[in-house]
């Protein structure tokens, strides 16, 4: 259900990569990054721009390739680190050209802008990871952390994601209902947990729990990078069923 062209998503992804460059430019490489603790600032400047070059690989190919060894990689000096990124999204912009050949792709064979969609929306969080390690500000246009938020519950409802998150099984239920209504985006998101897994849709109708905010603080709180009441999001309703989701799903 993408709702966002592909040049929408080339712009997106050229906007985030500069703006995570930007904030890690000149930064201490051995600094935390409490999102991810076990990574330093110069861990996630490699995984980002490793991600990039590797997913363009699989654009240009269209069959997978190995996953990349974080200490085969080169990204200079911190001085540097802004230029490497940018050539890797650029690679990637470039390699997915159109979106329309068919690739492969771990949900099975898809046209290749999914990985131009996967990669702008991983880059988006990882901007995030970045701007609460330095102190810098979140910056998403609206429309790029609602389409993160929907294609994080596509991935986290399609056929066979248990197998690849056995953490989801926990997920089924029997009609438990959880809201998520954004303040200045699109229409809201309801997710259903069912005895056979949880299934979403757009909509406004209320939920046994109700998460609503600024969307590209619900970005962040789905993606466990910000508590709801860190991010000026509300929490009205069953809050227990909102911890329940977060401590099994990771977007």
Not at 37 to 66: C, F, S
Not at 236 to 244: E, K, N, P, S
Request: charged share 20%; hydrophobic share 45%; aromatic share 6%.
């Amino acid at each position: 259900m993408r709702t966002l062209d592909v040049e929408r998503l080339a712009e997106g992804l050229w906007e985030q990569s500069g703006l995570f460059a930007d904030a890690v430019d000149g930064a201490d490489p051995d600094g935390r990054v409490d999102t991810c603790p076990e990574w330093r600032i110069r861990d996630l400047v490699v995984h980002l721009g490793q991600a990039h070059r590797w997913a363009a690989g699989v654009a240009r190919t269209g069959a997978p390739a190995p996953a990349p060894d974080p200490g085969a990689a080169d990204p200079g000096g911190p001085d540097a680190w802004s230029g490497w990124l940018r050539a890797g999204a650029q690679e990637l912009i470039e390699a997915v050209g159109d979106g329309g050949t068919v690739v492969w792709t771990f949900t099975g064979p898809r046209p290749s802008v999914f990985w131009l969609r996967r990669m702008l929306h991983d880059t988006s969080v990882h901007q995030g990871d970045a701007a609460l390690a330095l102190g810098t500000a979140f910056e998403i246009a609206p429309d790029l952390a609602a389409d993160a938020i929907t294609e994080g519950l596509e991935l986290l409802t399609a056929p066979g994601a248990e197998a690849i998150k056995s953490d989801l099984a926990e997920l089924r239920g029997d009609g438990q209902t959880l809201q998520v209504l954004p303040a200045d985006g699109p229409e809201g998101w309801l997710i259903t947990r069912t005895p056979g897994g949880p299934r979403w849709e757009h909509g406004s109708s209320g939920g046994d729990v109700v998460v609503a905010g600024p969307v590209a603080g619900l970005l962040l709180v789905l993606t466990r990078r910000l508590p709801a009441d860190g991010s000026g999001a509300r929490v009205t309703g069953d809050r227990a069923l909102l911890d329940h989701w977060l401590a099994h799903t990771a977007m």
